[in-house]
């Protein structure tokens, strides 16, 4: 968009490897933008906070809010350093824009502790929630449904659409209060949460009584007041953001005496999902001894490495409370399923390898890879010709041609 970019992080060896030009995550086209831009000097990373901060126009907060340690009231410590770090180093007038994702209220706390550091400083602390999904971030960012904007501070705002200028021909600001604006993000990301879940609880519901999920979600989703997104039955949600905002707004609604049932019931019916997906892979192996398992996918979901509170990491970590054999593969989340998972699971190098031998083989990640899967080359591999699809993405005349038992999620099998 033509800004000039200064990244600022407190882990020097993310920082050096960003200064080496070498992306810390994977995104497909992020490489080529991410290279472009450094050699165009409009990108740059550094641990040195001055640096980054004392020219700044916009200062935007984009560091992590965990779950506490067994809490479910997420965790401001890097928000309130981060906050107190840049205080000591504005100079004229800044925007400090909380991306983070905080409960309400934060954006009152981050102003009154930069005025007690500063009370020199002119700045605004405005909300600005991100709703950009992993694996999609760059598309999410340049073509946004919607641009949220909390403050009520109109010299703010002015500094922010001029910095959203090039995306305003196609995308709305949408300005409302600071602390609407904290509510929005958790709002949202919850109601999409619970979608999610009410969508696995159909399926779960046409499975028993032998109606086909792709259908009803079909004549559901025409219906524009439901809408078709985001209704794709599977696993469970996962992720960096669904489990733990979920948990956040539920935390934040107890302190505030207000109800938040269907999203505590969205929580609880997500933990078990893991356990009914083992339950249902391992039923097509009750009698086999020992059995080889083949699982297609670790990461969260398709397009992203990232395997934080992934569905198939935790029916992984259930099957292998089993007598069993795992063998697992996924495109680009190996290295970061290693850490979760290290030596109780043989790695395999591509998907054929995966399922070479296997007795049943599950697949738990929505990959483009896994739905293009040539079936009959597989059928001289696998032991038995068992596929259980729990993100429904094989194609299936092509595999019950090829003479496999398919179980899907919410299908009549
Ligand atoms: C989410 C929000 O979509 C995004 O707006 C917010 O900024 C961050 O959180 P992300 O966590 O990247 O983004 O993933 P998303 O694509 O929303 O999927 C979340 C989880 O739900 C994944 O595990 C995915 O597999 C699952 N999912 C999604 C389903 O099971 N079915 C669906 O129909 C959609």
Redesign the pocket.
């Known amino acids: 968009m033509g800004h000039t970019v200064i990244c600022v992080d407190k882990d020097e060896s993310k920082i050096r490897e960003l200064q080496a030009s070498r992306p810390t995550l994977y995104e497909d086209g992020l490489n080529d933008l991410f290279i472009k831009k450094c050699h165009e000097g409009k990108l740059s990373f550094t641990s040195c906070m001055k640096e980054g901060v004392s020219q700044a126009d916009v200062v935007i907060i984009a560091v992590g809010t965990p779950s506490k340690y067994q809490s479910e009231a997420p965790d401001l410590q890097f928000l309130y350093q981060a906050a107190d770090e840049i205080a000591a180093y504005l100079r004229d007038y800044t925007v400090i824009a909380i991306k983070s994702t905080v409960p309400v209220g934060t954006g009152d706390k981050i102003e009154q502790r930069i005025s007690q550091i500063a009370p020199q400083c002119d700045f605004d602390v405005v909300s600005l ?8 971030a760059l598309h ?1 960012f340049l073509h946004p449904d919607r641009i949220v904007v909390g403050t009520e501070s109109e010299r703010a705002r002015n500094v922010i659409r001029r910095m959203y200028a090039p995306l305003l021909k196609e995308t709305r600001i949408l300005e409302v209060t600071r602390r609407s604006s904290e509510v929005i ?1 958790y709002a ?2 919850a109601f ?2 619970v ?2 879940h009410y ?2 609880e159909i399926a779960d519901f046409c499975e028993k009584v032998g109606a086909e999920i792709s259908e009803v979600t079909m004549g559901m989703g025409s219906d524009p007041r439901i809408g078709s ?14 489990p733990k ?1 979920t948990k956040a707004l539920v935390y934040m609604a107890e302190k505030a005496n207000a109800d938040m049932t269907l999203v505590r019931a969205t929580i609880d019916g997500n933990e078990r999902r893991s356990t009914m997906v083992a339950k249902k892979i391992l039923k097509e192996i009750k009698d086999v001894p020992r059995p080889k398992i083949a699982i297609l996918g670790l990461a ?3 397009g ?1 490495d990232d395997c934080r509170e ?2 198939a990491i935790k029916i992984v970590l259930q099957l292998l409370n089993e007598d069993v054999i795992v063998k697992v593969y996924d495109p680009k989340a190996m290295l970061n399923a290693r850490k979760l998972l290290g030596e109780r699971v043989e790695y395999a190098k591509d998907a054929y390898e995966a399922i070479t031998d296997a007795d049943v083989t599950a697949i738990l ?2 990959w483009s890879e896994f739905t293009n899967i040539d079936w009959g080359k597989a059928a001289h591999l696998v032991h038995r010709k068992i596929v259980v699809d729990c ?1 429904n993405i094989v194609h299936i005349q092509d595999i019950k041609q090829k003479r496999y038992k398919l179980r899907r999620i919410g299908g009549k099998d």
Do not use: V
């Not at 997104?229 to 669904?242: E, H, I, K, T, V």
């Open positions: 929630p991100e709703f950009l999904r992993e694996g999609f999410d993000k949202a990301n999409l949460a979608k999610i969508i696995n997104r985001f209704l794709c039955p599977g696993p469970g949600y996962g992720g960096s953001c669904f905002d969260f979901k398709g992203t992934s569905p990640t929505d993100r």
